[in-house]
Structure formats: C-alpha cells, structure tokens
C-alpha cells in the first residue's frame, strides 16, 4: 500500500507503473491472506486482524500526513519513498525466518523453489530498472544537447505573495507552494511551477502545462511547428503598433543555434515527404 502511495501523481509524478505493481500486489496479498485466514484456526485468524488494523491505521495517518501536512512534492517523495524502501528490505527478508528450520532438518521443504527465484528475478527487474536512465514507459525520448541548454536558460525565483495571489498551486503535481521556495517560472506566460516537476513535464511536452504555449524547440519529434518556436522572456508589449516578430528571444550558442536549423530543415524534409 505504501507502494501504491508513493506511485500517485499527488506524491511522485510520473510513477504510475510504480503504483500499478503495487496494487497488483495488493490484490494478489490479499488472496493469499484471505486463504490464510480461512483456513487457520482462531488464534491465527486473530493475530490476521490485528496486523491487518495496525496496517490500516498506519497507512491512514501516513496519507494524512504527507497529502496534509506536507506540501512540498519533494518532500512528499523522499518521506513515502524512505518507508517504501524500508518496508521492502523487510518483505524480502521476512523468509529468513524460516532459515533456522532449513538449516536444522537441512531440507528446502519449508523453502520453495519458485517463490525463491521469483524474488530474486523481482530484485534484479528493479535494480536494472532503478539504473536505467531511459524508461520507454515515463519518459518517451531522451532530452538531447539543445533540450537541456534551453532549460538551464528558464528563470528560477523565489515564490512571494506576488506570485501567491496569481499561483498557489503547482498543478502538475498540485501541492502548494511554500513561501520563500525557489521554483521554476515559464517566460513567456509567467506560470510558477516545482523545478522538478516541469522539469519531468518537459521530458515528454514542449509547452506550459496551462496554457500550453510553446517553451523549447526539440530535434527529436516532428510533431511541433517548424521552425522551432521561439523562446520568449517576456510577453510582447501592448502598443499602437502591432508587431508579428516577438522580442527578448532567449540567445543560443552559435552551435546550439545550428542544431535548431538542422532540426528545422529535417521536420520540414519530413512533413513533406
């Protein structure tokens, strides 16, 4: 249950295929201690109940407490995280218990063979996975060179009541901000967002999570205008004149620059052909 929490979007974003293996393997424990308690005699069944209620209660006063009581997503994560990772060190080593017996009658009976590899194939899975630095599932492609140098460039501020009155909530993840709390702001539309947050929107979008106006230029998809949009620091002015070409462009690198037009010229290949 601890895993399913840590999954959600309110706790750690883009972790869904966290929490859909943690609820998989609720549903699965489940089964198993409903067989338990149906065939086990009344003091087992009540030593099922009462684990089963303190387990209850310590989800509930965790879900309280970090939904609640903290705001910060990064601290959301690091908290459930922490537990997480505790309560898996002990489900991995809960079988040592029977160790003891295995040694003594020197029999793997009490050992089966499957659960064995099972949990080791599970580790295995998860470390490789942890160690990856692409995941096809979270991430659909790699942020290359221009992509990174471009979000180096988006101004980091400190949030005020200023920004209070127009953003209290982050909406990607929609934890509220903290006063003081350095966060990203997106130049063109002056949306306020958690660092990390736009930082994991911006792997899989190129626009602002509100009003979805365009913030970097990508090499990898076609699917965006070419040429790439522009990068804007600041709105157009209003004034008598109406003026098409936007203003305070952000400044790239001169190589930087022709990876763009490179960019440019193979989407326009692209959508032509």
Partial sequence: MVG??????????????VATIAASGCILQTIYVTIFFIFSDRIKRLKVIMWLLFELIFITILIIVTLIGVHNLKTRSEIVGTISVALTIMMYASPLAIMKMVVKTK?????PLFISLASFGNSVAWTTYALISFDPFLTPYRLDHLTVQVLDKLPRVLFDEDLR???SVCCVCLGEFELKEEVLQIPY??????????HNWLQSNTTCPLCRCFIIPTTITTKFLTPPPSILLDPP??????STSPSHI?????QLQDEASVSSNYNTH???E
């Fill in 270 to 272: 692209i959508s032509r």
């Fill in 4 to 17: 399913v929490l840590y999954g959600l979007p309110l706790v750690h974003p883009h972790r869904l295929l």
């Fill in 189 to 198: 539309c002056k949306h306020v967002f958690h660092i990390e947050c736009i």
């Fill in 107 to 111: 029999s793997v009976e009490y050992m």
């Fill in 250 to 254: 952000i400044s790239l690198p001169p």
């Fill in 165 to 167: 009155a127009r953003d």
């Fill in 237 to 242: 002015q209003q004034s008598g004149v109406v």
